[in-house]
């Protein structure tokens, strides 16, 4: 049988250690769980995925200190974990969903957040809904060359061509990455081909810019192809007509 005096020390440990079981520590260790366990990363598990989740829920249920980082970390370990699951569709859109409640209750939280906000555009439908989401991103950051190509896109399916396709030439005047300037380039073309109203010389300027992010990204990487290129199409799209349809 247990001494009385050493019944009186485990009584007095146990409050101690359950007492250090604290937000902080359940949002430390399931800060770590979910880096450590992402999709690609080197020894992650589901297994650690999930135990990252749980930790996360204690430090919100514990009334955490950080609660918008770790709402942050508990959406991107929904998104890992409809990945983990992803032949089981069913459960994938299970986690998604998940996903997509995390971003609205981030955007009650800080509606001004940048991050928060490009997020939270994933929960909505194309189309209009979107559209003041991505004009409020802008209005926190007019360099958002992600929200400002959205918006782009958007206004260019509303109809709203002319203020469309400015939103999108000065998404591509301002990208600074040679492959996203030549990945926006071609969608702009694409969506004037849509549109029914092609870009003149669209297959030259595809090559350009081609033949521009190759020089930006071999060997040192010469930036002033690039930088010529932008200004000539950003004045291509000046001067291209495209009216709305009816």
Known sequence: MLSVSLLLAVVLIAPSVRAQNTSADHFARGKQLVENNCVDCEGGTQKGEEEGIRELEAALEAHSEKPVDAYKLLA?????????????????????????????????????????????????????????????????????????????????????????LEEMKQAVALESDPESVRNDVQRVIEALDQHHCPLQNAAAYNDEVFEAETAATQGAGNPQPMVAFKKKFAAALEQHACVARE
């Open 76 to 164: 991107e370990a929904y998104a890992n974990m409809s990945t983990y699951v992803g032949k089981d569709e069913t459960q994938a859109r299970a986690f998604r969903n998940k996903e997509y409640d995390i971003y609205r209750k981030l955007y009650a939280l800080v509606p001004e957040d940048e991050e928060v906000l490009m997020d939270y555009s994933r929960t909505l439908p194309e189309g209009k809904e979107q559209i003041p989401i991505f004009q409020k991103v802008l209005s926190v950051n007019p360099k958002n060359t992600n929200a400002r190509f959205s918006l782009g896109e958007l206004l260019f399916r509303e109809n709203k061509v002319k203020e469309g």
